[in-house]
């Protein structure tokens, strides 16, 4: 069988069980605890899973081809998708559309010093260890063991972030927040129209780079045959990318805010702090970023947590429909990378307001400047990381 022609192997039928079994026990505490509204907020969460798993969707993917193979089809995918989020964002703001009188409001943070070098520490991690992007839960080496490692990595990283949270961006030089659309003479047309223009510059910029370096083809993935093309397939990256903008939008109409993944991190991390007997809620983090009272309150009263156990349980159950819940054995070398690209990610991601989800994607789409700030330090990381690798021939 050729590498274009390979296929998923054959749906784990038991564990796929096992996580839907959980994946209705955790709706229905969501239910219990906070109603409806937080059950839709879930449903979304489990669809953005699994689009994330066909879409070849992610930051880490989209600047590792571009700087690995000079690949830049995901980039215009990424553009593709801003378009679209931008649009449907505006949309919502400036008619106020929310569920059960929620008022939306975009993911818009300060610029601080924290902004600028915990997007580069980012940057850097992802590039140097990491195995958690989406578009690689199908392709990841060591099978999932590797993302097992930089997930834990993540959530250590996101939770010793909440510790120095206040240095990176009290203490330290800083700014105010600032939208471009409500703090420019810009307005939402304005800012609209600027970002259109930056996005459809760099697609066509893009394509001409492609056109001129004939960079090698996108590596071939999985796919399923006949109908299950839908749901073992990679699907073409508008398709994704119009999905992933479509559900962040309505992420924004149901919750009031964008979606976001590093806070329910935090949050899960500093809840594992205080059952372990450490003092999370004198963090700078608790109190300044996030309300105290999150500690001690159940996870399904926290819209972040249900919707990323959302996203969890989507990407899951999709991986074991497609035979991919195997782990295996990894060197040690792999391990520590994976801990610490992990460790990295989430402690840059914690300081700097957001990752690729709350700081890049809903950053962005809410006309955010420190977003667009983030993105640029995040891209230096993964290019400085990047040829650090060449130089001292380390090899992932």
């Known amino acids: 069988m050729s590498e274009n022609e390979k296929r998923y192997r054959k749906p784990q039928n038991i564990i796929t069980a096992i996580f839907f079994i959980i994946s209705i026990i955790i709706a229905y505490q969501a239910y219990i605890y906070s109603g409806w509204q937080f059950v839709l907020l879930f449903i979304i969460g489990f669809f953005i899973g699994f689009t994330l798993f066909h879409a070849r969707y992610g930051f880490a993917t989209v600047y590792r081809h571009l700087v690995e193979d000079h690949i830049t089809e995901m980039l215009r995918g990424h553009m593709i998708k801003f378009v679209v989020v931008t649009i449907l964002f505006t949309l919502i703001f400036q008619f106020n559309i929310g569920l059960s009188g929620n008022l939306p409001d975009g993911a818009i943070s300060p610029v601080t010093t924290g902004v600028v070098i915990g997007a580069f520490i980012f940057g850097f991690g992802m590039e140097f260890g990491s195995g958690l992007a989406p578009g690689r839960m199908n392709t990841a080496k060591g099978g999932r063991t590797a993302l097992l490692f930089t997930a834990s990595g993540f959530l250590i990283g996101a939770t010793v972030g909440a510790v120095h949270f206040s240095f990176w961006n009290t203490s330290l030089p800083n700014g105010p927040q600032i939208s471009l659309a409500k703090d420019t003479p810009l307005g939402f047309q304005g800012a609209l129209l600027l970002q259109l223009i930056i996005f459809t510059l760099i697609g066509v910029g893009s394509y001409i780079y492609?056109?001129?370096?004939?960079?090698?083809?996108?590596?071939?993935?999985?796919?399923?045959?006949?109908?299950?093309?839908?749901?073992?397939?990679?699907?073409?990256?508008?398709?994704?990318?119009?999905?992933?903008?479509?559900?962040?939008?309505?992420?924004?109409v149901v919750q009031g805010s964008p979606w976001k993944l590093t806070a329910a991190f935090t949050t899960w991390g500093s809840k594992i702090a205080q059952h372990i007997g450490l003092n999370p809620s004198s963090w700078s983090y608790w109190g300044e970023e996030a309300p105290v009272k999150t500690l001690n309150q159940s996870v399904f009263l926290n819209n972040l947590s249900v919707l990323n156990f959302g996203v969890i349980s989507g990407a899951l159950i999709t991986m074991s429909l497609a035979g991919l819940i195997r782990f295996s054995k990894i060197p040690p070398k792999l391990m520590i990378t994976s801990l610490a690209g992990g460790f990295l990610m989430g402690y840059g991601a914690c300081i700097s307001f957001g990752a690729n989800v709350g700081a890049y994607f809903s950053g962005i789409a809410s006309f955010s400047l420190h977003a667009w700030i983030w993105a640029l330090m995040a891209i230096s990381g993964v290019f400085i990381a990047f040829y650090l690798e060449k130089k001292l021939q380390i090899t992932r």
């Open 210 to 252: 492609k056109r001129r370096t004939r960079p090698p083809a996108l590596p071939p993935m999985p796919k399923g045959a006949g109908w299950t093309k839908f749901l073992f397939g990679t699907w073409p990256i508008w398709v994704g990318a119009v999905l992933i903008a479509s559900l962040n939008a309505a992420v924004l």
